[in-house]
């Protein structure tokens, strides 16, 4: 399929495309001026061509976004900036009728400039963000979401979009990641299959653009605990990632089980002496340790046992199905624990951390690398929150799954560019307010000011056509086709589930009869 398009376009993008492929290195980040502009216009005419029906409202929707003034509250009132030159119903037309190539911004994103680290290693976290839609009985691929509450609000299931986001992670104090994928759960879908299928596809699009190459250090991918870690680093054997996961305080971990004596009966043990979290009589014999001083939080002191596991049975999650007869596998990785030890008169000391890694045998260096990578995880939080907050991600009340993902990745679009133009943006700030450099502005900074930054990067979007209203639905109708209602969750439990709830049954028909 040939797309036509105007001389200056072609040409904008080949100079932007030129310039891109100039650098030394990919993951090396630009200049702040301009290298950083044709960054910008390079990824701005990505995803405009990216965008294969109603292009040019779905760009300058985009853009409404990011200069609109104050918090995206709605939809309709995006139809007002200055940037979206059409009407209010070719917006919601172009985010339920058009049609973006999602393959085509996911490598985009993966060809841009990954935040810099001094030891040259990438660093990415993946995380679920839900978007809630309790009232949205005729949406489809809705689930129970677990939302944190306060007194007895606590652990509410919501129903609502969850999407799995996967983000490259910075150095230092920063409200700064770069969004590289968004896949949204449906309710046939097994989580960390899915989750790591898109890691995979993470990392191999990263590979393609030149990011990693052979000789480099591994990728470190930082995890909540709400994460299966042994399974997901099962699922990206042959990778060269690896998995850091916060594991529950009550995980029990095994270490190598010991030599065979020669002419032993039996089989050999596969599990030696166990690790509980939860019990520190067994925390004797780690490989590693150390401790640091941290300004914020006291004295950080970190303990390693090298080459532990978890017992995987058939119970566990994603193994029911394994072959009979045949061992099941044994993943080996490294168990760290971290304290923090409070200065005299500070607040009250923390519960110990736990993280698991997917390294075997984890030096010192690399222990430091891997929980300090963990805690970088945490800035995907504040991106999630500016998401929702400034951008108004979760705001639209749209019906169709498929308008949701658009929308999704107008959104991710649009933070993009918020990255790439953190050089470029003016910064428009109140008297009150401490003054900023252009590489150190806070993501809401950037956005007050992004509107000259989009002067100078232009736009590739046409003007509207002028056309008149549509007939609309004559007056006094009434809608004679309403939408039918959708279920909510999981079509069926998991076998492990189905046997647990059955067991529980049993036992308490016992217990009454």
Not at 411 to 430: E, G, K, N, P
Not at 484 to 500: A, E, F, I
């Amino acid at each position: 399929m040939i797309v036509f398009g105007s001389s200056h376009r072609i040409k904008a993008k080949a100079v932007a495309v030129a310039f891109i492929m100039a650098w030394d290195r990919p993951g090396v980040e630009p200049g702040p001026a301009e290298p950083a502009r044709a960054v910008l216009s390079g990824f701005r005419e990505d995803v405009f061509w990216s965008f294969t029906r109603r292009a040019d409202a779905l760009f300058e929707l985009c853009d409404a976004v990011l200069c609109a003034p104050g918090r995206v509250t709605d939809l309709a009132r995006l139809s007002l900036a200055p940037e979206f030159r059409r009407g209010h119903g070719a917006l919601y037309d172009a985010l339920n009728c058009g049609h973006a190539g999602f393959s085509r911004l996911r490598r985009a994103l993966a060809g841009l400039p990954l935040p810099p680290w001094g030891d040259g290693r990438i660093r990415l976290a993946v995380d679920v963000s839900n978007w809630l839609r309790p009232d949205a009985q005729a949406s489809a691929g809705r689930l129970f979401c677990h939302v944190h509450g306060k007194g007895g609000n606590a652990g509410q299931a919501v129903p609502g979009w969850p999407y799995s986001l996967v983000a490259a992670l910075g150095p230092g104090r920063s409200s700064w990641t770069l969004l590289l994928d968004a896949v949204r759960l449906g309710p046939a879908d097994d989580e960390c299959l899915v989750t790591a299928a898109q890691l995979r596809d993470v990392v191999t699009r990263l590979i393609a653009a030149g990011q990693w190459r052979d000789g480099d250090p591994e990728i470190v991918i930082a995890a909540d605990a709400g994460y299966n870690a042994t399974r997901l680093a099962f699922l990206l054997a042959g990778l060269p990632v690896i998995v850091a996961a916060r594991v529950r305080a009550d995980r029990v971990f095994y270490r190598p089980a010991p030599p065979r004596a020669p002419g032993s009966p039996g089989r050999a043990p596969r599990h030696g002496p166990p690790v509980r979290c939860a019990d520190p009589a067994t925390h004797g014999g780690a490989q590693v340790e150390h401790a640091g001083h941290e300004a914020r939080h006291g004295t950080v002191r970190a303990a390693a046992w090298q080459r532990a596991h978890q017992m995987v049975h058939r119970n566990t999650g994603g193994f029911e199905d394994w072959p009979p007869g045949q061992d099941l596998p044994l993943v080996e990785g490294t168990l760290i624990r971290l304290t923090v030890t409070r200065p005299p008169g500070g607040r009250d000391a923390l519960k110990p951390m736990w993280i698991w890694a997917s390294a075997p045998d984890a030096g010192d260096h690399l222990v430091r690398v891997l929980w300090q990578a963990y805690l970088r995880r945490f800035d995907l939080e504040h991106t999630f929150r500016f998401l929702k907050q400034h951008l108004g991600w979760t705001r639209p009340l749209l019906r169709d799954p498929a308008a949701a993902d658009r929308w999704t990745w107008l959104v991710i679009c649009a933070w993009t560019q918020l990255y790439l133009a953190r050089h470029l943006a003016a910064v428009t700030r109140l008297p009150w307010q401490q003054p900023a450099r252009p590489g150190e502005m806070t993501p809401g900074q950037v956005r007050a000011g992004f509107r000259r930054a989009r002067q100078t990067a232009g736009t590739p979007a046409s003007p509207a056509k002028p056309a008149g209203p549509g007939p609309g639905r004559p007056k006094g109708s009434k809608n004679a086709s309403k939408a039918p209602r959708q279920p909510v969750g999981k079509p069926q439990l998991k076998p492990s589930t189905q046997r647990s709830n059955a067991s529980r049954q049993k036992k308490k028909q016992k217990h009454t009869g």
